[in-house]
Protein backbone atom coordinates (compact mmCIF):
# COMPACT_ATOMS: atom_id res chain seq x y z
CA UNK A 1 0.00 0.00 0.00
CA UNK A 2 1.40 3.27 -1.06
CA UNK A 3 2.06 6.35 1.49
CA UNK A 4 -0.94 8.25 0.01
CA UNK A 5 -3.59 5.65 1.15
CA UNK A 6 -2.19 5.06 4.12
CA UNK A 7 -4.60 6.74 6.83
CA UNK A 8 -3.27 8.23 10.07
CA UNK A 9 -4.51 9.98 13.11
CA UNK A 10 -3.48 13.41 13.70
CA UNK A 11 -6.16 14.78 15.86
CA UNK A 12 -8.70 13.96 18.66
CA UNK A 13 -11.76 15.47 20.72
CA UNK A 14 -13.53 14.31 23.54
CA UNK A 15 -16.38 15.29 25.68
CA UNK A 16 -17.35 12.57 27.68
CA UNK A 17 -18.42 12.66 31.77
CA UNK A 18 -14.79 12.09 33.07
CA UNK A 19 -13.21 15.40 30.84
CA UNK A 20 -13.63 17.42 28.48
CA UNK A 21 -10.52 17.54 26.17
CA UNK A 22 -7.83 14.53 25.49
CA UNK A 23 -5.73 15.46 28.46
CA UNK A 24 -8.44 15.91 31.25
CA UNK A 25 -9.62 12.33 29.79
CA UNK A 26 -6.58 10.84 29.76
CA UNK A 27 -5.75 12.19 33.63
CA UNK A 28 -9.06 11.04 34.82
CA UNK A 29 -8.39 7.08 33.26
CA UNK A 30 -5.15 7.09 35.18
CA UNK A 31 -6.49 8.61 37.98
CA UNK A 32 -9.40 5.72 38.09
CA UNK A 33 -11.95 8.22 38.02
CA UNK A 34 -15.29 7.13 37.81
CA UNK A 35 -17.78 9.62 35.73
CA UNK A 36 -21.06 7.78 36.94
CA UNK A 37 -22.92 10.50 39.27
CA UNK A 38 -26.60 10.98 39.83
CA UNK A 39 -28.41 13.09 37.06
CA UNK A 40 -28.65 17.00 37.18
CA UNK A 41 -29.96 17.68 34.05
CA UNK A 42 -33.71 17.23 34.95
CA UNK A 43 -35.52 15.54 37.98
CA UNK A 44 -35.03 12.50 38.17
CA UNK A 45 -36.18 11.08 41.57
CA UNK A 46 -39.22 9.25 39.56
CA UNK A 47 -37.16 6.86 37.75
CA UNK A 48 -35.93 3.47 39.05
CA UNK A 49 -32.30 4.54 38.13
CA UNK A 50 -31.88 8.08 38.79
CA UNK A 51 -27.94 8.37 38.02
CA UNK A 52 -25.95 7.91 34.46
CA UNK A 53 -22.88 9.06 32.92
CA UNK A 54 -23.82 12.65 32.89
CA UNK A 55 -21.14 15.51 31.41
CA UNK A 56 -21.73 18.05 34.39
CA UNK A 57 -19.40 20.66 33.13
CA UNK A 58 -20.82 21.61 29.65
CA UNK A 59 -21.86 25.02 28.76
CA UNK A 60 -23.06 25.11 24.98
CA UNK A 61 -22.58 28.90 24.67
CA UNK A 62 -18.71 28.37 25.73
CA UNK A 63 -18.45 25.87 22.70
CA UNK A 64 -20.93 26.57 19.58
CA UNK A 65 -21.13 29.43 17.17
CA UNK A 66 -22.53 31.06 15.88
CA UNK A 67 -24.39 31.19 19.05
CA UNK A 68 -28.16 31.49 17.47
CA UNK A 69 -27.04 27.81 16.29
CA UNK A 70 -28.25 26.82 19.66
CA UNK A 71 -31.63 26.79 18.48
CA UNK A 72 -31.25 23.72 15.98
CA UNK A 73 -28.75 21.47 18.37
CA UNK A 74 -29.61 19.14 20.59
CA UNK A 75 -27.56 18.20 23.58
CA UNK A 76 -25.74 15.42 21.55
CA UNK A 77 -25.09 17.68 18.42
CA UNK A 78 -23.55 20.03 20.83
CA UNK A 79 -21.41 17.41 22.11
CA UNK A 80 -20.22 16.53 18.43
CA UNK A 81 -19.12 20.04 17.31
CA UNK A 82 -17.45 20.73 20.35
CA UNK A 83 -15.70 17.92 20.02
CA UNK A 84 -14.65 18.11 16.65
CA UNK A 85 -13.32 21.38 17.63
CA UNK A 86 -11.36 20.18 20.02
CA UNK A 87 -9.88 17.53 17.49
CA UNK A 88 -9.11 20.08 14.68
CA UNK A 89 -7.34 22.18 17.93
CA UNK A 90 -5.55 19.05 18.74
CA UNK A 91 -4.57 18.45 15.25
CA UNK A 92 -2.94 22.20 14.64
CA UNK A 93 -5.78 22.32 12.04
CA UNK A 94 -6.30 26.72 12.37
CA UNK A 95 -9.47 27.51 9.86
CA UNK A 96 -8.91 28.30 6.10
CA UNK A 97 -5.46 26.05 5.72
CA UNK A 98 -7.31 23.04 4.65
CA UNK A 99 -8.46 23.07 0.95
CA UNK A 100 -12.57 22.47 1.27
CA UNK A 101 -13.21 20.27 -0.99
CA UNK A 102 -10.83 17.67 0.10
CA UNK A 103 -11.69 18.05 3.27
CA UNK A 104 -14.98 15.56 4.85
CA UNK A 105 -16.56 15.01 7.50
CA UNK A 106 -18.49 11.45 8.71
CA UNK A 107 -20.50 11.40 11.79
CA UNK A 108 -22.03 8.31 13.69
CA UNK A 109 -25.36 9.18 15.22
CA UNK A 110 -28.53 7.97 17.42
CA UNK A 111 -31.92 8.61 17.24
CA UNK A 112 -32.29 12.13 18.83
CA UNK A 113 -35.42 12.37 21.05
CA UNK A 114 -37.63 15.32 21.08
CA UNK A 115 -37.98 17.51 24.81
CA UNK A 116 -40.70 17.56 26.73
CA UNK A 117 -40.63 21.02 27.10
CA UNK A 118 -41.43 21.66 23.08
CA UNK A 119 -44.12 18.57 23.44
CA UNK A 120 -45.97 19.38 26.30
CA UNK A 121 -48.67 22.05 24.78
CA UNK A 122 -49.54 20.49 22.03
CA UNK A 123 -49.84 17.37 24.02
CA UNK A 124 -52.18 19.49 26.31
CA UNK A 125 -54.18 20.82 23.40
CA UNK A 126 -55.07 17.81 21.76
CA UNK A 127 -56.02 16.03 25.17
CA UNK A 128 -59.99 15.84 25.20
CA UNK A 129 -62.55 14.23 28.25
CA UNK A 130 -58.77 12.42 29.25
CA UNK A 131 -58.06 10.85 25.64
CA UNK A 132 -55.45 11.49 23.53
CA UNK A 133 -57.01 13.17 19.91
CA UNK A 134 -54.38 12.61 17.30
CA UNK A 135 -56.54 14.35 14.55
CA UNK A 136 -56.54 17.82 17.21
CA UNK A 137 -52.26 16.73 17.65
CA UNK A 138 -51.90 16.45 13.90
CA UNK A 139 -54.04 20.25 13.55
CA UNK A 140 -52.14 22.09 17.09
CA UNK A 141 -48.39 21.03 16.44
CA UNK A 142 -48.11 23.45 12.79
CA UNK A 143 -49.32 25.89 15.30
CA UNK A 144 -47.41 25.38 18.42
CA UNK A 145 -43.60 24.19 17.25
CA UNK A 146 -41.50 26.44 15.11
CA UNK A 147 -40.66 25.91 11.55
CA UNK A 148 -36.93 24.77 12.07
CA UNK A 149 -38.02 22.54 15.44
CA UNK A 150 -36.87 19.37 13.18
CA UNK A 151 -33.90 20.42 12.70
CA UNK A 152 -32.75 19.83 16.32
CA UNK A 153 -33.46 15.94 15.79
CA UNK A 154 -32.22 14.96 12.51
CA UNK A 155 -29.05 12.41 13.42
CA UNK A 156 -27.08 14.16 9.98
CA UNK A 157 -27.20 17.67 11.40
CA UNK A 158 -24.19 16.98 13.55
CA UNK A 159 -22.15 16.45 10.65
CA UNK A 160 -24.11 19.25 9.15
CA UNK A 161 -23.13 21.69 11.42
CA UNK A 162 -19.07 20.65 11.59
CA UNK A 163 -18.95 20.69 8.34
CA UNK A 164 -20.20 24.50 7.77
CA UNK A 165 -18.26 25.82 10.79
CA UNK A 166 -14.94 24.01 9.74
CA UNK A 167 -15.62 24.36 5.56
CA UNK A 168 -15.75 20.97 5.12
CA UNK A 169 -16.63 20.70 1.66
CA UNK A 170 -15.84 17.32 0.65
CA UNK A 171 -17.83 13.71 1.22
CA UNK A 172 -20.08 14.41 4.01
CA UNK A 173 -22.24 11.33 5.93
CA UNK A 174 -23.97 9.87 8.67
CA UNK A 175 -24.16 6.86 10.13
CA UNK A 176 -27.27 5.88 12.43
CA UNK A 177 -26.58 2.00 13.17
CA UNK A 178 -26.94 2.04 17.26
CA UNK A 179 -23.64 1.17 19.42
CA UNK A 180 -21.71 0.51 16.36
CA UNK A 181 -22.34 3.91 15.12
CA UNK A 182 -18.83 5.55 15.80
CA UNK A 183 -16.44 2.89 14.46
CA UNK A 184 -18.55 2.30 11.39
CA UNK A 185 -18.42 6.20 11.00
CA UNK A 186 -14.68 5.91 11.62
CA UNK A 187 -13.66 3.11 9.17
CA UNK A 188 -16.13 5.18 6.44
CA UNK A 189 -13.64 8.03 6.82
CA UNK A 190 -10.74 6.30 6.21
CA UNK A 191 -12.12 4.24 3.09
CA UNK A 192 -12.90 8.09 1.36
CA UNK A 193 -9.43 8.98 2.21
CA UNK A 194 -8.10 5.35 0.86
CA UNK A 195 -10.33 6.07 -2.20
CA UNK A 196 -8.14 9.27 -2.86
CA UNK A 197 -11.56 11.43 -2.47
CA UNK A 198 -10.23 13.53 0.50
CA UNK A 199 -7.50 14.07 1.98
CA UNK A 200 -8.65 15.14 5.38
CA UNK A 201 -11.69 13.55 7.35
CA UNK A 202 -13.43 14.55 10.64
CA UNK A 203 -15.03 11.11 12.20
CA UNK A 204 -16.31 10.10 15.05
CA UNK A 205 -19.91 9.46 17.13
CA UNK A 206 -22.25 11.71 19.50
CA UNK A 207 -24.39 10.43 21.59
CA UNK A 208 -26.57 10.99 24.20
CA UNK A 209 -28.75 8.27 26.31
CA UNK A 210 -29.45 10.40 28.88
CA UNK A 211 -32.43 12.12 27.66
CA UNK A 212 -35.34 11.74 29.98
CA UNK A 213 -37.75 10.13 26.61
CA UNK A 214 -34.79 7.65 25.58
CA UNK A 215 -34.85 6.65 29.24
CA UNK A 216 -38.57 6.19 29.24
CA UNK A 217 -38.69 4.74 25.92
CA UNK A 218 -35.28 2.25 26.52
CA UNK A 219 -36.85 1.33 29.64
CA UNK A 220 -35.02 -0.59 32.78
CA UNK A 221 -35.06 -3.83 31.83
CA UNK A 222 -30.84 -3.86 31.04
CA UNK A 223 -29.58 -0.81 33.09
CA UNK A 224 -27.64 -1.50 36.46
CA UNK A 225 -29.73 -0.74 39.56
CA UNK A 226 -26.66 -0.41 41.57
CA UNK A 227 -28.18 2.91 43.70
CA UNK A 228 -26.00 2.33 46.77
CA UNK A 229 -22.78 2.89 44.81
CA UNK A 230 -23.44 4.03 41.48
CA UNK A 231 -20.09 4.88 40.22
CA UNK A 232 -19.37 0.95 41.06
CA UNK A 233 -22.65 0.16 38.94
CA UNK A 234 -20.57 -0.65 35.52
CA UNK A 235 -18.75 -3.47 36.04
CA UNK A 236 -18.04 -5.07 32.47
CA UNK A 237 -17.10 -8.70 32.72
CA UNK A 238 -17.44 -8.84 36.66
CA UNK A 239 -19.73 -12.01 37.94
CA UNK A 240 -21.52 -9.42 40.71
CA UNK A 241 -22.76 -6.74 37.42
CA UNK A 242 -26.19 -6.10 37.01
CA UNK A 243 -26.31 -4.18 33.82
CA UNK A 244 -25.21 -1.41 31.83
CA UNK A 245 -25.38 2.06 32.60
CA UNK A 246 -26.62 5.08 30.30
CA UNK A 247 -24.13 8.00 29.41
CA UNK A 248 -23.39 10.95 27.08
CA UNK A 249 -20.58 12.15 24.72
CA UNK A 250 -18.98 12.35 22.01
CA UNK A 251 -15.50 12.05 20.12
CA UNK A 252 -13.75 12.78 17.21
CA UNK A 253 -10.61 12.04 15.26
CA UNK A 254 -8.70 14.26 12.34
CA UNK A 255 -7.96 11.40 9.86
CA UNK A 256 -5.35 12.22 6.97
CA UNK A 257 -3.27 10.48 4.82
CA UNK A 258 -0.03 10.01 5.26
CA UNK A 259 1.02 12.27 2.61
CA UNK A 260 -0.50 15.26 3.36
CA UNK A 261 -0.22 14.57 7.15
CA UNK A 262 3.66 14.61 6.34
CA UNK A 263 3.44 17.77 4.46
CA UNK A 264 2.40 20.06 6.92
CA UNK A 265 4.35 17.92 9.49
CA UNK A 266 1.61 17.13 11.31
CA UNK A 267 1.83 14.98 15.02
CA UNK A 268 0.84 11.27 14.40
CA UNK A 269 -0.89 9.80 16.73
CA UNK A 270 -1.52 6.81 15.30
CA UNK A 271 -1.62 4.74 11.83
CA UNK A 272 -5.44 2.95 11.33
CA UNK A 273 -4.23 -0.50 9.63
CA UNK A 274 -8.13 -1.71 9.19
CA UNK A 275 -11.56 -1.38 10.08
CA UNK A 276 -14.16 -4.05 9.35
CA UNK A 277 -17.84 -4.94 10.03
CA UNK A 278 -19.56 -7.96 10.28
CA UNK A 279 -23.47 -9.01 11.13
CA UNK A 280 -25.39 -11.88 12.31
CA UNK A 281 -28.85 -12.72 12.47
CA UNK A 282 -30.34 -11.22 15.50
CA UNK A 283 -34.07 -10.85 15.08
CA UNK A 284 -37.29 -12.78 16.24
CA UNK A 285 -36.17 -13.72 19.55
CA UNK A 286 -32.85 -15.21 17.92
CA UNK A 287 -29.90 -14.65 20.70
CA UNK A 288 -26.65 -13.18 19.37
CA UNK A 289 -23.74 -16.22 18.84
CA UNK A 290 -20.93 -13.51 18.64
CA UNK A 291 -20.14 -15.34 14.78
CA UNK A 292 -20.42 -11.46 13.61
CA UNK A 293 -17.32 -10.10 15.87
CA UNK A 294 -15.36 -13.01 15.18
CA UNK A 295 -15.34 -12.36 11.75
CA UNK A 296 -15.03 -8.89 12.30
CA UNK A 297 -12.22 -9.24 14.46
CA UNK A 298 -10.88 -11.78 12.16
CA UNK A 299 -11.58 -9.42 9.01
CA UNK A 300 -9.87 -6.46 10.98
CA UNK A 301 -6.37 -8.64 11.96
CA UNK A 302 -5.86 -9.89 7.78
CA UNK A 303 -6.56 -6.34 6.48
CA UNK A 304 -4.38 -5.04 9.19
CA UNK A 305 -1.78 -7.31 7.80
CA UNK A 306 -0.55 -8.92 11.58
CA UNK A 307 -0.84 -11.92 13.53
CA UNK A 308 -3.26 -12.20 17.09
CA UNK A 309 0.25 -11.84 18.48
CA UNK A 310 0.79 -8.75 17.04
CA UNK A 311 -2.28 -6.99 19.13
CA UNK A 312 -1.22 -5.35 22.48
CA UNK A 313 -4.64 -4.92 23.90
CA UNK A 314 -8.13 -5.38 23.10
CA UNK A 315 -10.89 -1.80 23.59
CA UNK A 316 -13.72 -3.80 24.41
CA UNK A 317 -17.79 -3.10 24.06
CA UNK A 318 -17.95 -3.89 27.71
CA UNK A 319 -21.29 -3.24 28.18
CA UNK A 320 -21.49 -5.09 31.86
CA UNK A 321 -24.82 -7.04 30.88
CA UNK A 322 -25.19 -10.22 31.46
CA UNK A 323 -25.29 -12.01 28.10
CA UNK A 324 -23.79 -9.45 26.09
CA UNK A 325 -20.70 -9.62 28.04
CA UNK A 326 -20.76 -13.11 27.89
CA UNK A 327 -21.07 -13.37 24.19
CA UNK A 328 -18.47 -10.83 23.83
CA UNK A 329 -15.64 -12.13 26.21
CA UNK A 330 -16.49 -15.62 24.13
CA UNK A 331 -15.32 -14.25 20.71
CA UNK A 332 -12.70 -12.39 21.52
CA UNK A 333 -10.97 -15.46 23.87
CA UNK A 334 -11.80 -17.21 20.70
CA UNK A 335 -10.09 -15.63 18.06
CA UNK A 336 -7.29 -14.24 20.36
CA UNK A 337 -6.88 -16.02 23.43
CA UNK A 338 -5.07 -14.40 26.73
CA UNK A 339 -4.97 -11.01 25.08
CA UNK A 340 -5.33 -7.90 27.47
CA UNK A 341 -9.14 -6.10 27.63
CA UNK A 342 -10.01 -2.99 28.38
CA UNK A 343 -13.66 -1.69 29.04
CA UNK A 344 -13.43 2.49 29.14
CA UNK A 345 -17.30 2.26 29.64
CA UNK A 346 -16.80 1.45 33.72
CA UNK A 347 -15.18 4.75 33.54
CA UNK A 348 -17.99 6.82 32.15
CA UNK A 349 -21.07 4.65 30.99
CA UNK A 350 -23.12 3.64 27.73
CA UNK A 351 -22.88 6.33 25.42
CA UNK A 352 -24.68 5.03 22.50
CA UNK A 353 -23.42 6.10 19.16
CA UNK A 354 -20.36 8.68 20.45
CA UNK A 355 -19.19 5.35 22.93
CA UNK A 356 -16.62 3.76 19.76
CA UNK A 357 -15.36 6.69 19.04
CA UNK A 358 -14.59 8.02 23.16
CA UNK A 359 -13.70 4.59 24.10
CA UNK A 360 -11.06 4.18 21.19
CA UNK A 361 -9.77 7.49 22.16
CA UNK A 362 -8.68 6.42 24.99
CA UNK A 363 -7.01 3.44 23.89
CA UNK A 364 -5.28 6.19 21.14
CA UNK A 365 -3.91 8.15 24.51
CA UNK A 366 -2.61 5.76 26.07
CA UNK A 367 -0.42 4.20 22.66
CA UNK A 368 1.23 7.64 23.41
CA UNK A 369 2.01 6.75 26.70
CA UNK A 370 2.53 2.99 26.03
CA UNK A 371 -0.01 2.31 28.98
CA UNK A 372 -3.20 -0.21 28.08
CA UNK A 373 -6.02 2.04 30.56
CA UNK A 374 -7.66 -0.08 33.47
CA UNK A 375 -11.01 -1.40 33.58
CA UNK A 376 -12.86 -0.32 36.85
CA UNK A 377 -15.42 -2.40 39.04
CA UNK A 378 -13.31 -5.73 37.97
CA UNK A 379 -13.39 -7.49 41.77
CA UNK A 380 -14.87 -11.04 40.56
CA UNK A 381 -13.91 -12.05 37.84
CA UNK A 382 -17.04 -14.50 35.61
CA UNK A 383 -16.03 -18.14 34.61
CA UNK A 384 -18.53 -17.22 31.66
CA UNK A 385 -16.44 -14.09 30.83
CA UNK A 386 -12.66 -15.84 30.36
CA UNK A 387 -11.03 -12.93 29.42
CA UNK A 388 -7.93 -11.06 30.87
CA UNK A 389 -9.30 -7.77 32.11
CA UNK A 390 -6.35 -4.91 32.64
CA UNK A 391 -7.64 -3.73 36.31
CA UNK A 392 -6.10 -2.17 39.39
CA UNK A 393 -3.47 -0.50 37.28
CA UNK A 394 -2.65 0.09 33.75
CA UNK A 395 -0.58 -2.63 31.82
CA UNK A 396 2.19 -1.41 29.78
CA UNK A 397 1.31 -1.96 25.96
CA UNK A 398 4.71 -3.66 24.54
CA UNK A 399 3.14 -4.04 21.26
CA UNK A 400 1.37 -0.65 20.92
CA UNK A 401 -1.27 -1.34 18.85
CA UNK A 402 -5.34 -1.85 19.42
CA UNK A 403 -8.41 -3.40 18.42
CA UNK A 404 -11.11 -1.57 19.58
CA UNK A 405 -14.56 -3.08 19.02
CA UNK A 406 -18.38 -2.69 19.26
CA UNK A 407 -21.16 -4.70 18.83
CA UNK A 408 -25.08 -4.27 19.42
CA UNK A 409 -28.01 -6.18 20.19
CA UNK A 410 -29.17 -5.82 16.43
CA UNK A 411 -26.27 -7.95 15.04
CA UNK A 412 -24.07 -5.55 14.07
CA UNK A 413 -20.18 -5.64 15.39
CA UNK A 414 -17.42 -3.50 13.94
CA UNK A 415 -13.44 -3.30 14.46
CA UNK A 416 -10.96 -1.33 14.15
CA UNK A 417 -6.80 -1.48 14.35
CA UNK A 418 -5.19 1.29 15.52
CA UNK A 419 -1.34 0.70 15.29
CA UNK A 420 0.99 3.75 17.42
CA UNK A 421 3.32 5.64 15.21
CA UNK A 422 7.19 4.19 15.99
Not at 38 to 63: H, M, T, Y
Not at 194 to 220: E, F, N, T, Y
Not at 297 to 317: C, F, K, S, T, Y
Not at 368 to 381: E, K, Q, W
Amino acid sequence: MSSRREVVVTGLGVVSPIGIGGDAFWASLLAGRSGIRPIEQFDASSLSVPFGGEVADFDPKLWVRPRKSLKVMSREIQFGFAAADLAMADAGLAPGVLEPERFGVVVGGDMIYADLEEMERTYRRALAGGRFDFSVWSEVIHEDLHPLWLLKHLPNMTASHIAIAHDARGPNNTIVLGDVSGLLAIGEAASVIRRGWADVMLAGGSGCRLHPMALVARGDALLSHRRDDCTRASRPFDLDRDGLVNGEGAGMFVLESRDHALRRGARIRGHLRSATSRCEPAVGGVRLSGSALRLAIRAAIVQAGIEPGGLGHVNAHGASTMEMDRVEATAIVAELGDIPVTAPKSAFGHLGAGGGAVELAASILGLDAGLIPVTLNYDSPDPDCPVNVVHREPLADRAGTVLAVNLCSTGQAAAVVVAAER
